[in-house]
């Protein structure tokens, strides 16, 4: 009796875990900065803590990467790395957003940044406060086509 509860127990988290992975598997397909409703969710669920009131969904996300966190990525980039990392982390979801800075935009910035709601800077040693912060906004507006 218990090897069987013991068994239904690990297939339910195995099923669980499997649907997590093929939700991932659907982030980052294209560099649209427009999230899909799959992207929209997983940002919302990582950036919990982090975002407050702000809902991901149908937001234009920018992606920027690197030490100095002033390198133009993409959000295939951004999931093509989450994707291919380290897959013995114990939670890869939180080890991705803690090294990752959310920037909400204000409605000003997205006015100046060329209509984004906010930007996500990877593993950069530099916070984005003031002026640097100023120079990524500014920085999106001048990527336009």
Not at 40 to 69: H, L, M, Q
Not at 85 to 100: I, K
Request: net charge positive; charged share 30%; glycine share 8%.
């Amino acid at each position: 009796m218990i090897k069987t509860l013991i068994l239904s127990l690990m297939l339910f988290q195995a099923s669980i875990l499997f649907g997590q992975i093929s939700e991932v598997q659907k982030c980052g397909l294209d560099d649209d900065p427009n999230l899909n409703d799959t992207e929209a969710k997983y940002f919302n669920e990582v950036f919990k803590d982090k975002r407050g009131d702000f809902d991901f969904s149908e937001k234009r996300i920018a992606f920027y990467r690197g030490s100095a966190g002033t390198t133009l990525s993409s959000k295939s980039n951004y999931f093509y790395r989450f994707k291919n990392g380290n897959s013995e982390r114990e939670d890869v979801h939180a080890w991705q957003a803690g090294g990752t800075q959310l920037l909400i935009l204000t409605n000003e910035e997205k006015e100046l940044s060329g209509g984004y709601d906010a930007i996500l800077v990877s593993w950069s040693k530099i916070r984005k406060e003031g002026k640097s912060r100023n120079r990524l906004v500014k920085k999106l507006k001048n990527m336009l086509p």
